[in-house]
C-alpha cells in the first residue's frame, strides 16, 4: 500500500499569513493526489484533484502543487472559515490511502 | 442536485453484521460508481471498497476482503454496505462516496456518514 505522510500535524497562524501544508508519498505517484478540508461532524469537503485541479466552488486562495512524491497545499491567505483539518489522498492506485492529517487553527 | 443520503446511526456488539444504506438522487445512478470509507474517531479516512452502479462489479480492500459486501439497488437508486464480524476498532463514520467520471478518482459527493458503534 502507498503511504501518504503530511506535515505538520497541525498548525496555528493568524487570518491573513500564507499558509503551506505538505504531503510525502511513499513511492512516486505521478501527480495523483488529492486534498480535502474535514470540519468536525462533516463528511470531507474536496478541495484539489489531481494535485493542482481546483474543484469548483473552492475558494482561489488555495492551491496545490508538486509531483512525483512531494505535495503541497497552500492557502495563500488564511481566513477563520479556514480551521478545518486537510487530509491528502493518493489517486494513483487502490486502496486509495489518505495522509493521517493537519488540523490548522487560528 | 446531486444527494447521497444514507441510513441512521448503529449500535452493535461484538461479532454481529451492520448494514447500511446509501440512496443516491439527483444523476443517472447507474453511471457512477459508489466508493465506502471510514473513520474512526481521530483517524484519518479508510477506503473500503466500491461498486459499479451499472453492472454491479464490486472491489474490496484486501483489509476488508473477508467480510465486506457491497451491493446495489437499481430499481431503489440505493447502494448497500454490509460488514460482518465486528469488533470494537470497527466504532467509526462510514461513508458512501461518488466517484467522478473520468480517469483520475476523486469524490465530490459524500453521504452525511453513519455512526456505527460496536460496544458490549
Known amino acids: 500500500d502507498i503511504q501518504m505522510t503530511q506535515s505538520p500535524s497541525s498548525l496555528s497562524a493568524s487570518v491573513g499569513d500564507r499558509v503551506t501544508l505538505t504531503c510525502r508519498a511513499s513511492q512516486t505517484i505521478s501527480t495523483y493526489v488529492n486534498w480535502y478540508q474535514q470540519k468536525p461532524g462533516e463528511a470531507p469537503k474536496l478541495l484539489i484533484y489531481?494535485?493542482?485541479n481546483l474543484q469548483s466552488g473552492v475558494p482561489s486562495r488555495f492551491s496545490g502543487g508538486g509531483s512525483g512524491t512531494d505535495f503541497t497545499l497552500t492557502v495563500s491567505s488564511l481566513q477563520p472559515e479556514d480551521v478545518a483539518t486537510y487530509f491528502c489522498q493518493q489517486s494513483y492506485g487502490a486502496p486509495w490511502t489518505f495522509g493521517q492529517g493537519t488540523k490548522v487553527e487560528i | 442536485q446531486v444527494q447521497l443520503v444514507q441510513s441512521g446511526a448503529e449500535v452493535r456488539k461484538p461479532g454481529a453484521s451492520v448494514k447500511i444504506s446509501c440512496k443516491a438522487s439527483g444523476y443517472s445512478f447507474t453511471s457512477y460508481a459508489i466508493h465506502w470509507l471510514r473513520q474512526a474517531p481521530g483517524q484519518r479516512p479508510e477506503w473500503m471498497g466500491w461498486?459499479?452502479?451499472?453492472?454491479?462489479?464490486?472491489r474490496y480492500s484486501q483489509n476488508f476482503q473477508e467480510r465486506l459486501l457491497i451491493s446495489r439497488d437499481t430499481s431503489a437508486s440505493t447502494v448497500y454496505m454490509e460488514l460482518s464480524s465486528l469488533g470494537y476498532d470497527d466504532t467509526a463514520i462510514y461513508y458512501c462516496?461518488?466517484?467522478?467520471?473520468?480517469?483520475?478518482?476523486?469524490?465530490?459527493?459524500w453521504g452525511q456518514g453513519v455512526l456505527v458503534t460496536v460496544s458490549s
Open positions: 489531481f494535485a493542482s
Open positions: 461498486i459499479n452502479a451499472g453492472d454491479g462489479y464490486t
Open positions: 462516496a461518488r466517484r467522478e467520471l473520468g480517469g483520475v478518482l476523486y469524490f465530490v459527493h
